[in-house]
T-cell receptor
Framework: GAVVSQHPSWVICKSGTSVKIECRSL??????MFWYRQFPKQSLMLMAT?????????EQGVEKDKFLINHASLTLSTLTVTSAHPEDSSFYIC????????????FGPGTRLTVT | AQRVTQPEKLLSVFKGAPVELKCNYS??????LFWYVQYSRQRLQLLLR??SRESIKGFTADLNKGETSFHLKKPFAQEEDSAMYYC????????????FGGGTRVLVKP
């Protein structure tokens, strides 16, 4: 089956620093990748959609300058949380869709970010 | 705008009892509905989608367009069914993006 990995699985950073999270499709080419945020005991909220080779499309209310998304290759997308603050602490999940797929997505295991 | 509602945050049933997770949606157009499951400390994974019309792990779900519902059912719950379940919707009018419901935690007691 299609496998999506994320790195790191958890990260702790100090307030004001930036942190990068990687999302990789291991056995397929991901033409579209999605980034979600999940607060404790809550559902997944889509942050942005990125298509390989083009700029990400952000959902309403998501600061594009704070959450930088790069989808430079068909197997890698990165989310950089810039100038992180404690309120950015959350579980970040990526998913990926392959070329020619209809609506199916495969999810990564998530990255837990804690900003101190 | 599309919306997915899961009215129950927690469902607690005994092993062998039937379980039904409710999901209602609002959408302009022809939606595609999914159920995702997240077991403890595991990633989100697709359980079933309405166009497949198949039963996975004993679960079934029928799309009822008149009632705008996509309830998930299993006649005999097992302890390994304990997990978080999310109903999700997608479609062209939604930009082919997934919109998730709030999730229902299922606890199957022995």
């Amino acid at each position: 089956g299609a496998v999506v990995s994320q790195h790191p699985s958890w990260v702790i950073c100090k307030s004001g620093t930036s942190v990068k999270i990687e999302c990789r499709s291991l056995d397929f080419q991901a033409t579209t990748m999605f980034w979600y945020r999940q607060f404790p005991k809550q559902s997944l909220m889509l942050m942005a959609t990125s298509n390989e080779g083009s700029k990400a499309t952000y959902e309403q209310g998501v600061e594009k300058d704070k959450f930088l998304i790069n989808h430079a290759s068909l197997t890698l997308s990165t989310l950089t949380v810039t100038s992180a603050h404690p309120e950015d602490s959350s579980f970040y999940i990526c998913s990926a869709r392959g070329r020619g797929w209809s609506l199916e997505q495969y999810f990564g295991p998530g990255t837990r970010l804690t900003v101190t | 705008a599309q919306r997915v509602t899961q009215p129950e945050k927690l469902l607690s049933v005994f092993k062998g009892a039937p379980v039904e997770l409710k999901c209602n949606y609002s959408y302009s157009g022809s939606p595609e509905l999914f159920w995702y499951v997240q077991y403890s400390r595991q990633r989100l994974q697709l359980l079933l989608r309405h166009i497949s019309r198949e039963s996975i792990k004993g679960f079934t779900a029928d799309l009822n367009k008149g009632e705008t519902s996509f309830h998930l059912k299993k006649p005999f719950a097992q302890e390994e069914d304990s997990a978080m379940y999310y109903c999700a919707l997608s479609g062209q009018a939604a930009g082919n993006k997934l919109t998730f419901g709030g999730g229902t935690r299922v606890l199957v007691k022995p």
